[in-house]
């Protein structure tokens, strides 16, 4: 299984960001599947859930009104749609099983927001 996010880089405060996360080695869609953050000396931590079940979509709360998680079967892709960015949303991302597959991680994507 090959995990490969895309679509970070450097934004202003206020801005938006459209994260991809390109599933290979197995089928997406009966599993759920979430995008997690991690800080320069924190834990890696969860953002948002999206249950294959129902598609029903959980936030953390510091994001929830400003980040979309979706997902393209067909395209064995994840996505999480970011507005309204803010400084405190500066990490790298990474996408995931949830509960998390410790072999799926990848190298993940940097996000960083400017003030």
């Known amino acids: 299984v090959q995990v490969v996010e895309s679509g970070g880089g450097m934004v202003q405060a206020g801005g938006s960001l459209r994260l991809s996360c390109a599933v290979s080695?197995?089928?997406?869609?009966?599993?759920?599947w979430a995008w997690y953050r991690q800080t320069p000396g924190g834990e890696r931590t969860l953002v948002a859930r999206?249950?294959?079940?129902?598609?029903?979509?959980f936030y953390i709360d510091s994001v929830k009104g400003r980040f979309s998680i979706t997902k393209d079967n067909a395209k064995n892709t994840i996505f999480l749609q970011m507005n309204n960015l803010k400084p405190e949303d500066t990490a790298i991302y990474y996408c995931?099983?949830?509960?998390?597959?410790?072999?799926?991680w990848g190298q993940g994507i940097q996000v960083t927001v400017s003030s």
């Open positions: 995931n099983e949830d509960p998390p597959d410790r072999t799926f």
């Open positions: 999206l249950r294959w079940m129902d598609n029903t979509e």
């Open positions: 080695g197995l089928t997406i869609w009966y599993l759920t």
